[in-house]
């Protein structure tokens, strides 16, 4: 249907967000030959999609999705949906659509090719006769009725006993994103979660002139470790390592990083003649650059020899190599930010049809919950599966 078709219709099922989760839904609702109808504000669907992932879209991880991959107040909400659809059942998708992938480290799995091929395979899904796609359907509103909801605006009436909101998070504003979900969940009684960006870069002082360097450390938040790749920023500090980590971090808490993990440098400055430079010792490990700021950061002249170092020096080295606590400023917020943390609060949700159990037949799925995956493709099967919960009860 064109962008400026108007319709008024009773139907069985309305969806409002064709991304990911909404998409999977629409396919799932329809499968048992109800009508769905799918509407979103944007000129085309999944815009998320086509640029997560660096434009390859991590869509599934192939070790699973464990509910400790994912931050909710409610840790064993996501356990039914994920356990009900696994990331195999969309891998199969993928083969059936002849999508070529490849798997990275940790067992995440990206389209060899381009993110639009994960478009293309939800696109297909909704080619059904009992499907209708409607986009550029903005200021959308809706009404609680006697048998369900009024959804409208301008160019659409449409009357349904079963609503499903898939607006996702905050994230990536430049492309659309809202709380319109949520503003309608607080509207029906449910309560939200504060939600702030989460798989995302850290504002940090002091590092700028490291800006492109990377390698593995150690961190340490809120009882979370993470050792995985840093890399340095003109604003921070950012990497799988961070991102991660940012996940379990709130304002004003501190992180700790360990710069040299799986190695002691204690040890290793006991096994080194006393005539070598600290310094050069370092280099050897980690990037020239790096050891001369670490040097310049914890106030310890890095060119001394070993043995005239004082036994207060060697413990500071040992703590800021090690155990170094750094308070970040912030984060570089939504615009930079992989996914939203918090959202529609799971409490009065059901985690098996994700209907509202303060509103019957309105339903909550992906990133507009509270619920939000670890990197490594776990947000998209949570997408996945949310929306496979809701079309089992609803098709």
């Keep these: 249907m ?195 960006p989460a798989l995302v870069p850290f504002k940090i002082d002091g590092f700028s002139t490291l800006a492109g360097n990377a390698f593995i450390a150690g961190i340490t938040c809120n009882g979370h470790y993470v050792a995985e790749n840093v890399l340095f920023t003109h604003k921070g500090l950012s990497g799988p390592g961070i991102l991660k980590t940012s996940l379990f971090w709130h304002h004003g808490d501190p992180i700790e990083v360990n710069w040299l993990p799986g190695q002691n440098i204690e040890q290793i400055l006991l096994d080194t003649p006393g005539s070598s430079r600290v310094d050069n010792i370092l280099k050897k490990f980690l990037p020239n650059k790096f050891v001369d700021v670490f040097f310049e950061r914890i106030c310890v002249d890095g060119k001394l020899n070993i043995g005239r170092l004082s036994k207060k020096d060697r413990t500071k080295i040992h703590n800021e190599l090690h155990h170094m606590k750094i308070i970040p400023q912030g984060t570089e917020g939504f615009r930079k930010a992989e996914v939203t943390r918090g959202g529609v609060c799971t409490s009065k949700i059901s985690s098996k049809t994700m209907e509202s159990q303060l509103c019957p037949g309105l339903h909550f799925i992906g990133e507009v919950l509270d619920v939000t995956g670890q990197l490594g493709g776990h947000n998209f099967q949570w997408c996945w599966a949310s929306a496979h919960a809701v079309g089992q009860a609803l098709k």
């Design 2 to 196: 064109s962008s400026n078709d108007y319709i008024e219709k009773d139907t069985d099922i309305v969806i409002i967000g064709a991304g990911a989760a909404g998409m999977m839904a629409a396919h799932f609702c329809s499968l048992g030959g109800k009508e769905v109808f799918l509407l979103d504000h944007n000129k085309e669907v999944g815009r998320k999609i086509l640029i997560s992932g660096g434009g390859k879209c991590n869509f599934t991880n192939l070790y699973g999705s464990d509910p400790k991959d994912y931050y909710c107040e409610n840790p064993h909400f996501v356990k039914s949906a994920l356990s009900r659809y696994s990331p195999w059942e969309f891998i199969d998708l993928i083969i059936k659509n002849e999508i070529p992938y490849e798997q990275r480290l940790h067992g995440q799995l990206f389209c060899k090719r381009s993110a639009k091929d994960i478009n293309k395979v939800l696109l297909s899904q909704l080619k059904k006769p009992n499907i209708k796609l409607l986009l550029e359907r903005k200021d959308l509103q809706v009404e609680k009725t006697e048998d369900g909801f009024k959804v409208f605006n301008e160019l659409t009436v449409l009357n349904t006993k079963k609503l499903i909101i898939a607006t996702g998070g905050l994230v990536l504003p430049q492309i659309g994103a809202s709380d319109f979900g949520h503003v309608l969940a607080k509207r029906f009684g449910h309560k939200i979660i504060p939600m702030v």
